[in-house]
């Protein structure tokens, strides 16, 4: 299952780092390396009571693998086991041979087969910018598969579309197997279906040396925009691979009373990534802040549940039992 990097992409983020280290701070040390980044973590990373992660016996278990003389190899494999105790696909380390990763995804069953829906749902499916999209139930509902979160579109191509089924019963937004991507992505996506600002959320990032030490709540609204509103029932498509962004968009839509989510729960990946510069000059990055939905429940990174549970059943790939159970819903 396609796993990508966001809520920004892993290349920008780095791209916009700009740590510098003076000459006596830089070295290939493996023990200053490893000190370095337990140091950065302890300090900053956000999950650690949420995912009940002894961060201290991580480093006893960890350190004692590493010595003055050991190869970058053996230091890449000892850091990647201890960012991987996060278990957190926001977090990475970035060598020059090798980048570092947990895969969230891959630790579930896969619920979307793209063939599936193409072959037996839209064979016949329009394309407006990143959307698929095409009438199922005989024009009664619209369905929109919407990949990446990554995949920019215009409030023009947003506005197309949603025009297109102003006359359907209700929507169908297929975002599983979509990784995440441009935050703002999901703001513009999911503006259409209200018609008043709505608090949908609440962000808090890690602010001091205590593992539960945050700043205060920052409020996070959706406000209509666009030409075109969708007020009828919208049923959004998750599953494991629905990680990043798209956990952040399955977490707003609880404040939507006209969105339901139907599937499996997403994969996580509900905290903002941020990070910096080893000493020897890799890159590394992990979760900062907490994403809260609007009773204070945090269960972004274990995944969003879906209001209806449904698996996809492998041993038929003529029927998607998930597109099937929010048909359901609609008509």
């Not at 959706?222 to 599953?239: A, E, F, N, R, W």
Request: proline letters at 5%; glycine letters at 6%; a negative charge.
């Amino acid at each position: 299952m396609k796993q990508t990097f966001a809520l920004f992409s892993l290349f920008t983020l780095l791209a916009c780092e700009k740590v510098l280290f003076e000459k006596d701070l830089a070295t290939t040390d493996p023990l200053v390396n490893f000190e370095y980044l337990w140091t950065e973590v302890d300090k900053k990373y956000s999950y650690f009571q949420l995912k009940n992660i002894d961060w201290k016996t991580v480093y006893d278990t960890l350190k004692p693998k590493l010595s003055s003389q050991s190869t970058e190899f053996e230091l890449f494999d000892v850091l990647s086991q201890m960012l991987n105790t996060l278990r957190d696909d926001h977090t990475n380390l970035i060598a020059p041979f090798n980048v570092s990763r947990y895969n969230v995804a891959l630790r579930h069953p896969e619920n979307f087969n793209r063939r599936t829906v193409l072959e037996h749902y839209i064979p016949n499916a329009w394309s407006t910018g990143p959307f698929l999209h095409d009438f199922l139930a005989d024009g009664a509902v619209g369905y929109i598969r919407y990949s990446s979160f990554l995949n920019d579109f215009t409030n023009a191509q947003w506005d197309f579309v949603l025009q297109r089924y102003r006359d359907t019963k209700g929507l169908i937004i297929d975002l599983r197997a979509n990784g995440g991507g441009n935050i703002f992505n999901v703001t513009k996506l999911l503006s259409r279906f209200t018609e008043e600002k709505t608090l949908a959320g609440y962000t808090i990032t890690r602010n001091g040396p205590a593992h539960d030490q945050f700043g205060p709540k920052e409020n996070f609204f959706l406000t209509p925009s666009g030409k075109v509103q969708y007020l009828k029932p919208v049923m959004i498509l998750i599953d494991r691979g629905s990680y990043s962004a798209t956990t952040f968009c399955a977490v707003l839509t609880l404040a939507l009373p006209n969105v339901t989510l139907v599937g499996d729960t997403t994969g996580g990946g509900g905290g903002l990534p941020n990070g910096g510069q080893l000493p020897n000059g890799w890159r590394y990055r992990f979760s900062i802040s907490q994403l809260l939905d609007l009773k204070g429940n945090n269960y972004a990174e274990d995944g969003v549940p879906p209001q209806i549970q449904v698996a996809f059943d492998w041993s038929d790939l003529t029927t998607d039992e998930i597109i099937q159970r929010a048909l359901q819903e609609l008509l």
